[in-house]
C-alpha cells in the first residue's frame, strides 16, 4: 500500500531533551517537506527537500533541522525543543515531474513540549 | 495581506443544501490549485485539483478565476459525511513551497 508514515503519532516530552520524528515514504517521491499545524495558523511548511541531499527551507524552519540521505526517509530533528514546537506536525511527499503535484500527507504526530 | 485567504466559516448547512467556499490568492503567477479535505486531528487529503477549464467530479465542482485570483468549490447535496475543514492551496510557478489556507470549516446536520 502506497503511503506516508510517521514515527512517533504522539510525544510528551520536555524543553531541551532533543527528539527526533521520523517519515519516511514507499512511493519513490522526489519532493518530501514538513508541515506543523496550529490553530488559527494553517498550516505551515518548515522544510522541503527536492531530493537526496537537497533540502531548504519553508516558511518556519527555526528550531528544527531535517535530513534527507534516503530518497524514502526525511526526518525532522528538534535538536533542543521548547514550548512554542507544541504542534501537529505533517510529512508529506509529492512525485516531480508529473501534471500533478499532489501532496501525500502522512497521519501526523502530536507533539507536546512542556 | 496572507497569500491565500479562506473564510473560517463555520458553515453549518443541512443535509441535501448546496454550498460553496471562495478563496483568494494574491500571488498572480499562481500555477497549480487544489482544494484537500482534512478531517478533524486527521492529515489533509486531496478533494480535487482545479483547472482553468474548472472540473467536476460528482457532487464536487472546483472552478478557477484567474482575472479575479479566486478559486471555488461548490458542494451539492451535501452529505453529514461532508463535514470537514476544506484546505485551498495553491503553488506558485517553479516554486515548491506551497500555500495553504487556513481553511474552511463545513458542518453538515440532520
Known amino acids: 500500500e502506497a503511503q506516508v508514515t510517521q514515527n512517533p503519532r504522539y510525544l510528551i516530552t520536555v524543553t531541551g531533551k532533543k527528539l527526533t520524528v521520523t517519515c519516511s515514504q514507499n512511493?519513490?517521491?522526489?519532493?518530501m517537506s514538513w508541515y506543523r499545524q496550529d490553530p488559527g495558523l494553517g498550516l505551515r511548511q518548515i522544510y522541503y527537500s527536492m531530493n537526496v541531499e537537497v533540502t531548504d527551507k519553508g516558511d518556519v524552519p527555526e528550531g528544527y533541522k531535517v535530513s534527507r540521505k534516503e530518497k524514502r526517509n526525511f526526518p525532522l530533528i528538534l535538536e533542543s525543543p521548547s514550548p512554542n514546537q507544541t504542534s501537529l506536525y505533517f510529512c508529506?511527499?509529492?512525485?516531480?515531474?508529473?501534471?500533478?503535484?499532489?501532496?501525500?500527507f502522512g497521519p501526523g504526530t502530536r507533539l507536546t513540549v512542556l | 495581506r496572507k497569500e491565500v485567504e479562506q473564510d473560517p466559516g463555520p458553515f453549518n448547512v443541512p443535509e441535501g443544501a448546496t454550498v460553496a467556499f471562495n478563496c483568494t490568492y494574491s500571488?498572480?503567477?499562481?500555477?497549480?490549485f487544489f482544494w484537500y479535505r482534512q478531517d478533524c486531528r486527521k492529515e489533509p487529503k486531496l478533494l480535487m485539483s482545479?483547472?482553468?477549464s474548472g472540473n467536476e467530479d460528482g457532487r464536487f465542482t472546483a472552478q478557477l478565476n484567474r482575472a479575479s485570483q479566486y478559486i471555488s468549490l461548490l458542494i451539492r447535496d451535501s452529505k453529514l459525511s461532508d463535514s470537514a475543514t476544506y484546505l485551498c492551496v495553491v503553488t506558485s510557478g517553479g516554486s515548491y513551497i506551497p500555500t495553504f489556507g487556513r481553511g474552511t470549516s463545513l458542518i453538515v446536520h440532520p
Open positions: 500571488n498572480s503567477a499562481s500555477q497549480s
Open positions: 482545479v483547472y482553468s
Open positions: 508529506a511527499s509529492t512525485p516531480l515531474g508529473q501534471d500533478t503535484d499532489t501532496q501525500y
Open positions: 512511493m519513490n517521491h522526489e519532493y
